[in-house]
C-alpha cells in the first residue's frame, strides 16, 4: 500500500501535466462538421430548386452577426494551433487531421484575412435574410453556400457550383450583390468548417490524453504493485471521464495485451458501455472512421480555399447574372463587346436604380433594353432624324450612364435620394454649385468679423481700423474657403469611365495600331539606343497588329546635309532591318524607318526638320492618308500595311510603353467605340456625352504611359490649367486636340490636325474610310 500512496502521488503531478483547451463556451461545444449526405452535379442541380423553393427571404436590415463569428473563429482557430503546438513539443501524438490543421496555419489566417477585406460591415447589410430555418436572419446566400459545402463534404467544384446555383435562379434569382457575394461566403463556411473539426480534433486530443494518463497510471501501478490496479480503476470510475471513442481507443490501445492486471480496467469499460449497447470494438470502429473523416474534411476544406482564390469570379458572376444576360439583348449589340470595367458599370448602375425603386434588378435591365429598343425601331421609322444620334440611343449605355438615365428613372419609378439630387444641382449649374459654395463658407469664416463691425460700429477712425482688419481677414478666408471646396469636390465628385471595347485577346485587324517614337539622329550612340528600346517596347507588346517605326530627322544645321548624314542614316536603316529579320511576320513588316530630311528656315536660317515634332506628326498623317512618301527621305520597311493603320500612339524616347499595354490602353478601346468617335475641335456634335475626368501627368524619374491621361480643353503643357474641382464639375468628354486629334479630310492642311503645343504622350485617329471617299 505504501507503494500504491506513491504511485498515487505520482499520478497527482502527471495530472498537473495535462493540455486542456478552453471549450467551457456553449457556442464552441455540440457543433458538428458541416457534413450531410453527399450529392453529385446533377443531384445539386435538382436540389438547387428544391432550397430555392424552401427558401422565405426578406429585404429588411439587420445586424451583420457575419464579421462577430469569424472574429470568435479567427480566435478558436488560432488557439487550436497554439495548443497542438505545444502537444508537438511536449512530445505528443497527433491525428493526420491535426497535422493538416497545423500545417495549413498560415493558409487559413491568409484566408481570414482575406475575408475580413472582402467583407465590409455594411456589404451584408444590403443581402436579402432567411425569415426560418436553421440560418434564419442570416444572409440567403450564405445558407445556399453552407449548402454546397455540407452536400460536398467541403469539398467546393467550380461546375457543379455553376449547375446548383442556375437551378436556383430558376426558382428565385440572385440579385448581383449576391452572386458576388458567393465566393466570400464560401470562404467564411470553409473557415467555420475548419473551426468546427478543430474543435472536434482538440476535444478528440484530450480525451485521449486524458486516457493517457490514467493508462500511464495504471501502469505503473501494476508494475509495483499489482493489486493496487482495483484501486486505481474505483478511482477512475469514481472520476467520472468521458466515454468517448476517443478516450476508450486510446485506453484500449494503451492498457490491451499488457497482462491480466490491466485487464480489469478493459472490463469495467466494457460493462460500462454495455449500458449503452455499445462495445469497445464498436467505438474503437468509430474512432478510426472519426479521424478519416476529419481529415478529409480538413483536406477537402483546404483545397476549397485554394480553389477560390483561383477561380475566375468573374466569368462566373458574369454567367449567373440574369442582369448581365438581360443586358446583352442589347438591341445596338455593343454591351456584348465591351470591356468588363465598362459592363460591370452598367451593371452597377442597375443595382442602384433598383435599389432606389420597387423593381427587382431584371426588371430595371429589361426596361433600359426595351428603352433602348424603341429608340432602334424609332430611328428605322423616321429616317429624318440624325442617324448617328438614333444609333447611339439604341445602346443600352445612353439609358444607363448618359442622357436616358432620367428617363429610365421615370420608366422604374425611381426615388430620388439627397445624394442623386445633389448631383443632379451639380450636373445643371456646377459652376453657380461651386461659386455658392465657396461664398457661403467665406461668409461663415468671416462671420465674426462682421459681428464685430455690427457691435462696435463703422464710423470715424473705427471705420478705417475694421476696413484695415478686413481685406486680409477677406483674402485668407477666401482662400481657405477655395482650398476646402477644391477639396471636398475632388472626394465627392467622381470621375466618370467612358465605355471601352474588349481587346484582351488583342487588337482586331480593323484597329490596326502603329506605336511611333519622333527623335532625332545625331550619334550613332543615340540610333542604337532608339533601335534597343524600339525591340523592348515590341517585346513587352506582342500583337499581330501592333507596329513599330522611328520617326526621325537629323539635327539642326548650317547646310542641307552634313558627312556624318549618311553614316547615320546606314545604321539606323540596319537596325530596323535587323529588327524585321529578328521578329519575322509574314503578313507585314513590325518594324519601320521614317526619315525626313533637312528644310530651310528662314526665321531660324537654319536647315532643320519642319516643324520638328509637329511637322513629323503631320506629314506622317499625311503619309497614311495616301499622300505618298515624298515627304520622307527615307522609309525602311514594307509600307502596304500602313494603309490600314488606324489609331497612332505617339511616345517620347524616355517615355515607357507598359507592358501588354497596347492590347487594352483605354485610350484605344474608348475611341474605338463608334459611341465616343474622336472629332475635329471645331466639331460641336457629341454622339456619347459620357464624361471623363482630368488629371495632370505626375513628374516620375521613369515616365511611362499608364501616368498620362487627357487632358482637358483647358489644360495644356504650355498654359496653367483651371482649378481641378471646375474641370471635374463642368468638363464633358471632348476628345481634346492633346489627347485624341482626328486627322482631317484631305482638303484640309495636314498640319491644321496638330495643336502647336502636342503633348509627349498622344493618340490620334485617322478617318480611313472618309479619308479614301
Known amino acids: 500500500m505504501k507503494r500504491g500512496g506513491a504511485a498515487r502521488r505520482s499520478w497527482g503531478g502527471v495530472r498537473k501535466q495535462l493540455f486542456r483547451l478552453d471549450v467551457s463556451r456553449p457556442a464552441l461545444v455540440g457543433e458538428p462538421a458541416l457534413r450531410s449526405e453527399l450529392l453529385s452535379a446533377d443531384q445539386m442541380e435538382h436540389y438547387g430548386v428544391v432550397l430555392a423553393n424552401r427558401h422565405r427571404a426578406s429585404e429588411r436590415t439587420l445586424a451583420n452577426a457575419l464579421l462577430a463569428r469569424l472574429a470568435d473563429n479567427e480566435a478558436m482557430l488560432a488557439q487550436a494551433s497554439e495548443r497542438l503546438t505545444q502537444a508537438v513539443g511536449a512530445g505528443h501524438r497527433i491525428t493526420p487531421a491535426a497535422e493538416w490543421l497545423l500545417d495549413n496555419d498560415y493558409l487559413i489566417e491568409e484566408q481570414i484575412r482575406t475575408a ?55 426558382v ?41 494518463l490514467w493508462a500511464d497510471r495504471m501502469t505503473m501501478i501494476a508494475e509495483s504493485d499489482p493489486k493496487s490496479v482495483v484501486l486505481a480503476v474505483a478511482d477512475m470510475a469514481r472520476s467520472n471521464p468521458p466515454m468517448t471513442s476517443s478516450f476508450v481507443a486510446e485506453l484500449t490501445r494503451r492498457l490491451q495485451g499488457q497482462g491480466p492486471a490491466l485487464a480489469l480496467a478493459l472490463t469495467w469499460i ?80 442597375v443595382e442602384s436604380l433598383a435599389r432606389r425603386s420597387t423593381r427587382s434588378e431584371c426588371e430595371v435591365a429589361r426596361a433600359a433594353i426595351d428603352l433602348a429598343g424603341g429608340s432602334a425601331h424609332s430611328a428605322a421609322r423616321d429616317t429624318a432624324d440624325d442617324t448617328a ?98 477639396w471636398l469636390v475632388s472626394i465627392v465628385v467622381l470621375p466618370h469611365m467612358l465605355p471601352r471595347l474588349d481587346f484582351s485577346k488583342g487588337l482586331p485587324p480593323q484597329v490596326r495600331t502603329l506605336v511611333v517614337i519622333p527623335a532625332m539622329l545625331t550619334r550613332a550612340q543615340d540610333v542604337d539606343a532608339l533601335a534597343d528600346a524600339l525591340e523592348v517596347r515590341f517585346l513587352a507588346n506582342r500583337d499581330a497588329h501592333l507596329h513599330f517605326a522611328l520617326l526621325t530627322d537629323f539635327a539642326d544645321a548650317p547646310s542641307e546635309v552634313l558627312e556624318s548624314d549618311a553614316a547615320l542614316l546606314l545604321q539606323a536603316r540596319q537596325r530596323i532591318d535587323a ?64 494603309s490600314e493603320v488606324k489609331y497612332v500612339i505617339t511616345l517620347d524616347t524616355d517615355t515607357q510603353l507598359p507592358r501588354a499595354s497596347s492590347s487594352a490602353p ?25 464624361r471623363a475626368s482630368a488629371s495632370a501627368c505626375p513628374a ?32 464633358k468628354a471632348r476628345s481634346s486636340a492633346r489627347a485624341f486629334t482626328t486627322s482631317m479630310p484631305s482638303s484640309r492642311p495636314p498640319t491644321a490636325a496638330f495643336p502647336k503645343t502636342a503633348s509627349s504622350a498622344t493618340i490620334w485617329w485617322r478617318a480611313a474610310s472618309r479619308a479614301r471617299a
Request: glycine content about 6%; overall charge positive; aromatic content about 6%.
Open 270 to 349: 466494457e460493462q460500462t458501455l454495455s449500458e449503452s449497447g455499445l462495445g469497445i470494438e464498436r467505438l474503437v470502429q468509430l474512432e478510426a472512421q472519426q479521424q478519416a473523416a476529419d481529415q478529409v474534411t480538413i483536406g477537402n476544406s483546404i483545397g476549397s480555399l485554394r480553389m477560390l482564390t483561383s477561380m475566375d469570379w468573374r466569368t462566373f458572376v458574369e454567367s449567373m447574372s440574369h442582369v448581365e444576360q438581360a443586358l446583352r439583348r442589347d438591341p445596338s449589340g455593343v454591351y456584348a463587346a465591351m470591356d468588363f470595367v465598362t459592363r460591370d458599370h452598367y451593371r452597377h448602375v
Open 700 to 731: 516620375r524619374r521613369a515616365r511611362s504611359m499608364r501616368n498620362c491621361s487627357a487632358a482637358t480643353p483647358a489644360s495644356t503643357p504650355t498654359r496653367a490649367p483651371c482649378p481641378t474641382s471646375i474641370r471635374i464639375c463642368s468638363a
Open 666 to 690: 483605354w485610350r484605344i478601346r474608348s475611341i474605338a467605340l463608334w459611341l465616343t468617335p474622336p472629332r475635329s475641335a471645331s466639331s460641336r456634335a457629341t454622339p456619347f456625352s459620357s
Open 116 to 170: 475580413q477585406r472582402d467583407l465590409p460591415k455594411g456589404y451584408s447589410r444590403e443581402l436579402p435574410r432567411l425569415l426560418d430555418g436553421p440560418s434564419a436572419k442570416l444572409p440567403r446566400v450564405y445558407d445556399i453556400a453552407l449548402e454546397t459545402i455540407t452536400h460536398g463534404d467541403a469539398r467546393v467544384d467550380g461546375e457543379s457550383l455553376r449547375r446548383f446555383v442556375a437551378a436556383y435562379q430558376t
Open 389 to 486: 444620334q438614333r444609333a447611339v440611343r439604341s445602346h443600352v449605355g445612353y439609358y444607363l450612364v448618359d442622357q436616358g438615365l432620367a428617363a429610365l428613372e421615370r420608366r422604374v419609378d425611381a426615388r430620388d435620394t439627397a445624394v442623386t439630387a445633389l448631383k443632379r444641382l451639380a450636373q445643371r449649374a456646377p459652376l453657380t454649385l461651386y461659386l455658392g459654395s465657396i461664398v457661403v463658407l467665406l461668409a461663415l469664416l468671416a462671420q465674426p468679423l462682421l459681428q464685430a463691425v455690427l457691435r462696435h460700429g463703422w464710423q470715424g477712425w473705427q471705420g478705417l481700423v475694421w476696413a484695415l482688419i478686413a481685406v486680409p481677414v477677406i483674402l485668407i478666408s477666401s482662400q481657405l474657403a477655395i482650398s476646402l471646396v477644391n
Open 579 to 642: 529588327l524585321n529579320a529578328s521578329h519575322p511576320d509574314d503578313q507585314a513588316d513590325r518594324f519601320f524607318l521614317l526619315h525626313r530630311p533637312r528644310r530651310w528656315n528662314a526665321a531660324d536660317k537654319l536647315w532643320m526638320g519642319y516643324e520638328r515634332k509637329r511637322g513629323k506628326l503631320a506629314e506622317l498623317n499625311g503619309l497614311l492618308r495616301g499622300a505618298g512618301p515624298a515627304r520622307f527621305l527615307l522609309i525602311v520597311g514594307r509600307t502596304e500595311v500602313l
Open 172 to 212: 428565385t434569382p440572385l440579385k448581383l450583390g449576391e452572386l458576388w457575394a458567393i465566393p466570400i461566403m464560401l470562404r467564411l463556411g470553409l473557415i467555420e468548417n475548419l473551426r468546427r473539426v478543430a474543435v472536434r480534433v482538440m476535444e478528440a486530443w484530450n480525451d485521449r490524453n486524458l486516457a493517457g
